[in-house]
């Protein structure tokens, strides 16, 4: 694993692209992705996109004839999974958006992953064929049924190869059961049961059950002009399946214990950081909105990030996090033309290495940022087809505040804030990312030497 930065994801492996051509030309709204995910194993990476498609990727195997390819991912299979709709109560229609993807441990030879976009969770199968069957009695070789007056002697159906086929089928769907946008889903430890949150509840699921599930929080008041913060995403602990955590807009955290009641509006804990009046503004309400949380793989630390910062908090203290980490101070002095053309309302995530010793967000000019926990280092690196030659290996960035601008720095008034890096994953046992950049995903693995 991990032990300081040195080529620490440094070597491109592969540039996959929606879309052909530039990032800036022939890119629609449908193309850009809004999730990616590995599976636990690593060999899989999902990608959904705005359009509502799933895109996975499969790691190549290793060759004894080109070993240097172990690692490159293609594409394994793509489908549609949501589709636009329209509520005709409501007279609300229902984008194909994919929010969030989460992959079930495999348990035999197909896959299964969770998909959802604003209201309905769908769980999905995706398995091989390579066989088909032929010989029937009452089917011809072309489907079409036979006249069983015709049938002279019994024939016993046979196994023929054929080319790999990948299927993907919708084995559950869980819907009508959120008011407002789900923007969490987190599978539980005991892979039986699963939660699902929107703006104002949390909702439990059995995988088996599509038609009911359990509201086990619900923070919305008698009287929605007495709303002072909303959910803003959820997690199940990676080892106690009665234990999760939420996070709201006002920058705090709760954990809860379903072992205390069925209803968890009283929380087991309530971590949040007091603010310093010295740096209270107009935006402060703003920027401390979280906008991810995630349980380190150990379970013992819980990670969120907000609009400037990566906070670090440790389950036995609440009162303030014992790490916190800026990823852009430098637009701290920028945050009123960032409101004005809607960037401050950008919802960042942030992802665990697999052993919890470094951690990775995006900014803006497609950086991300990554912070490795043990030697307090960082690192800036850009994710740009310029720059991603395969096996090329990435420069650092520095962005320069003010005064005398370097040959290799870049102006904080040059950065492009139509471009960035909301959505990145972590192999699970490798040093190997996923960086989405509007319709482009990016592949890095640590330099091989």
Request: aromatic share 10%; glycine share 4%.
């Amino acid at each position: 694993m991990i032990t300081g930065f040195g080529n620490l994801m440094q070597d491109v492996l592969w540039c996959f692209s929606q879309v052909k051509g530039t990032i800036d030309i022939g890119v629609t709204e449908a193309d850009i992705i809004s999730t990616v995910e590995f599976n636990h194993t690593g060999e899989l990476l999902a990608t959904g996109d705005k359009g509502g498609r799933v895109v996975i990727f499969q790691r190549e195997q290793e060759s004894k004839h080109q070993p240097h390819r172990r690692g490159e991912y293609n594409v394994y299979s793509t489908f549609q999974s949501h589709e636009p709709e329209f509520d005709y109560l409501k007279s609300l229609e229902i984008e194909e958006k994919i929010n969030k993807i989460r992959w079930l441990p495999q348990q035999n030879a197909a896959y299964f992953l969770l998909s959802t976009n604003d209201k309905t969770v769908k769980l999905w199968k995706v398995s091989e064929r390579d066989k088909r069957p032929e010989g029937y009695n009452l089917k011809d070789e072309d489907g079409r049924l036979r006249d069983p007056s015709m049938i002279t002697m019994l024939r016993v159906p046979v196994l023929r190869p054929m080319d790999l086929m990948v299927e993907a089928t919708p084995r559950r769907v869980f819907a009508n059961a959120h008011t407002y946008h789900i923007n969490s889903i987190s599978v539980n430890s005991d892979y039986e049961t699963y939660m699902s949150a929107d703006d104002l509840r949390i909702n439990l699921w059995n995988f088996e059950i599509t038609n009911q599930s359990f509201n086990i929080v619900d923070i919305k008041p008698a009287n929605m002009e007495e709303l002072t913060e909303v959910i803003t995403a959820a997690e199940f602990h990676p080892h106690h399946c009665n234990t999760f955590v939420y996070s709201s807009s006002k920058g705090t955290i709760r954990l809860c214990d379903m072992r205390t009641s069925a209803l968890c509006d009283r929380h087991a804990k309530f971590f949040e950081e007091p603010e310093d009046p010295s740096n209270r503004s107009f935006f402060s309400e703003i920027i401390s909105s979280i906008s991810d949380v995630k349980f380190s793989h150990s379970g013992r630390y819980i990670m969120t990030r907000d609009y400037l910062t990566v906070k670090v908090w440790d389950l036995n203290m609440e009162n303030r996090p014992i790490e916190t980490y800026q990823v852009h101070d430098y637009l701290r002095s920028k945050l009123c033309s960032l409101y004005e053309n809607d960037c401050i309302f950008d919802k960042f995530e942030c992802v665990w290495n697999g052993s919890d010793s470094v951690i990775m967000t995006g900014s803006y000019n497609n950086f991300f940022r990554m912070f490795d926990r043990n030697t307090k280092r960082d690192v800036t690196l850009e994710a740009s087809r310029e720059n991603s030659k395969p096996r090329a290996i990435l420069k650092p960035r520095k962005v320069c505040v003010g005064g005398k601008r370097r040959k290799d720095e870049i102006s904080v008034d040059s950065l492009d804030f139509s471009k960035k890096i909301l959505h990145t994953a972590w192999h699970p046992s490798e040093n190997i990312i996923a960086v989405a950049a509007t319709n482009n995903l990016y592949i890095f693995q640590d330099k091989v030497n």
